[in-house]
């Protein structure tokens, strides 16, 4: 393609020489370009790979891939470089670890249907660390045009992510030795973790934060005060509720390896004739972790969706999701109303929508940002022109957070 956009940087050449090499391939010829638009990953350098040789038999053969790996973080971006790391290491233990735990569990029970890309090959050097992974864009998989989902994007996400939650419960009573190493500890929302920052970082962090809740305060400023008075109670205490929501431990026996970060640019969907979405896959595990299947639902219901989707859809692709994952429950021979009834669901949603108000705290700025410099993001000028003359920005963060009192999440 004439726009594409050539990598030069020679690690990521070096790590394809030893890929080639490592399966054999002689006289290999490499292709690096950029795999992503700016803005649309916020942690690593994605980028596209091409190797074409010869095989051991003497064929011709070319392999499309995709090189993950850290990228330069700007000042002010509220993740450290310690941080980056251990999302890292959390995507390759999921790929290495989690999904050959599922296949193994599902290979007599129905299999697994794989929604995830292969890996090929990784490297965990600290700071140097890459994922070579499966292309998807040969087989036509591709970035939704927008980040904000309609029903029909939702409804295949939702069935899909289903039939993923499926893969732990079902390991759990199948497999009961392995599930134990699926018990991930939490990675990125820990009182913990908050303390090992630098007192720079936690100032940053701070700083961030308080934009951000200032943000939704004045989105509110003109409907009914007890929206915002709400709100006021959930942010008092928002790091304990976001510590507390992500405790895997505290839902037992519910608990299930999320994806973690299920929103729309870690989706990639294929499309028929007509444009409808009929096939996914999910990408970008870095923030998987072990808690409550709802954390799923709602990131991408109240981060992802207007509030008109959610008053027509909500209750509709709940069951949808919940369908899914009974039927692949039952197929592996197995009761989902033992497992996970639909009434500890209702629960969870509830129970956990403090969840959803921490994320779209932090996200909703930035799932309908259409700048491509990710700075602009976290600019705090940048953000306050847009709470003034964004109106679909300002409208998101109203409904999300009415939503949320109204639904008694909050």
Request: proline fraction near 3%; charge should be negative.
């Amino acid at each position: 393609m004439a726009d594409e956009k050539i990598v030069s940087d020679e690690r990521l050449y070096d790590y394809l020489r030893t890929y080639a090499k490592s399966i054999k391939l002689s006289a290999p010829k490499f292709h690096i370009t950029e795999g992503t638009n700016k803005g649309d990953n916020y942690v690593s350098l994605v980028c596209r790979g091409t190797i074409e040789g010869i095989t051991e038999d003497g064929e011709n053969k070319k392999i499309q891939l995709i090189l993950k790996t850290t990228r330069t973080l700007d000042t002010g971006e509220i993740l450290s470089s310690s941080s980056v790391t251990n999302l890292f290491q959390r995507e390759m233990f999921f790929y290495t670890e989690v999904l050959p735990i599922f296949k193994e569990t599902l290979k007599d029970r129905g299999e697994i249907i794989d929604r995830f890309p292969i890996l090929y090959n990784v490297s965990d050097e600290s700071g140097k660390e890459i994922l070579i992974l499966e292309n998807l864009a040969p087989q036509g998989f591709v970035m939704a045009k927008s980040k904000i989902l309609d029903y029909p994007h939702l409804r295949l996400a939702l069935r899909y992510l289903g039939e993923f939650h499926a893969y732990s419960f079902i390991t759990r009573v199948a497999n009961p030795t392995s599930f134990e190493k699926l018990k991930m500890k939490e990675h990125m929302f820990s009182q913990q973790l908050a303390d090992n920052n630098s007192d720079d970082k936690k100032k940053d962090i701070e700083k961030y934060s308080k934009l951000l809740i200032e943000l939704v305060f004045k989105a509110l400023a003109n409907e009914n005060k007890h929206y915002s008075e709400r709100y006021q109670r959930f942010v008092e205490n928002m790091s304990q509720n976001l510590y507390d929501s992500v405790d895997g431990k505290a839902v037992e026996p519910y608990a299930v390896v999320n994806h973690g970060d299920f929103w729309t640019n870690n989706m990639l969907f294929k499309y028929d004739k007509e444009n409808n979405p009929y096939d996914l896959r999910f990408i970008d595990l870095q923030l998987s972790r072990y808690a409550s299947p709802a954390l799923d639902l709602l990131y991408v219901l109240f981060c992802c969706c207007t509030q008109e989707i959610r008053s027509k859809y909500f209750d509709q692709v709940i069951h949808e999701y919940y369908e899914t994952l009974s039927r692949y429950i039952e197929r592996a021979g197995y009761d989902p109303d033992i497992l996970f009834p639909y009434e500890v669901l209702s629960e969870h949603l509830t129970k956990f929508g403090k969840y959803a108000a921490g994320m779209a705290t932090y996200t909703i700025h930035a799932f309908t940002s259409n700048d491509v410099e990710i700075k602009n993001t976290y600019d705090s000028d940048v953000l306050q022109d847009r709470i003034e003359n964004d109106s679909f920005y300002r409208s998101m963060l109203i409904g999300t957070f009415k939503d949320l009192v109204d639904r008694n999440y909050i």
